[in-house]
């Protein structure tokens, strides 16, 4: 059972007539900002077709078919919605479509120069990669990974803990990034302790979720704590609470806390927990 979306709602492979639909008006054209913004009408993705429009590697990005439709990323710096807000409106098929294009814009517009020789680089690939015009090399979209857990104890009660950095009430699952040298499991070892000083054990992987603000993939899992002393750390976890399903259904119901978006994979790891549900 999946926890995010859908596998394969979106075919990512090439067409290879796609630019003979391009020039048909076939293809549809998402609009996508360098920071994270979307073109979104009402409660859909706002897809305008390529009639008339010339296409230009350094600004359209191969997102995908659905349906039997060609969709390409466009850069434009008009949209309104967050990413964020977006993923709130969107049905699955929209959000894995927003989330690529955040990810392809983003990455285009910060990497316009060779790691290498530091010399200018061109979009290649329909978006997929750049190339240095100087040297050849090719540099592809940099990927940020980050563990998120759902750490239960031995009465079954969820921790969340609260982020120095999010509005007020709000509580999530634990996360963080995958350092230099580490495993997925180590991370998750690491962060937990370090964010609440708690050691876990049971380690079990659940999902994964792209996350392009800007650039992380969070892999999701499950952990038992072995201990139940909560100790945040003060500067990152700044608050943190053991909670039983009927002490978060009180919680949320009195707006005592506020949970993440349903369309991220920290609500779905919290809804998996609710409904007793768990692949381990």
Known sequence: MSIWVEPHLIDLAVKTDWRQDWDQGRVRLLAASSDGFVAVEGSGLDLLPSTGMAFDPDHHYWLGMVDGTPLFAALDETPTTGLREALGQLDPVGIELAMRAAALTSYHSSHHFCPQCGQPTQ????????TCDSCGSVDFPRIDPAIIVAVTDDQDRLLLGHHSGWEDKRYSVLAGFVEAGESLEQTVRREVAEEVGVV???????????WPMPRSLMIAFTAVATSTTLTPDGEEIVAARWFSRNDLDEAVATSQITLPSPASIASQLIANWHNRFTDC
């Open 200 to 210: 876990v054990e049971q380690i079990c992987y659940v999902g994964s979720q792209p």
């Open 123 to 130: 979009a290649t690939d329909l978006g997929r990669s750049r």
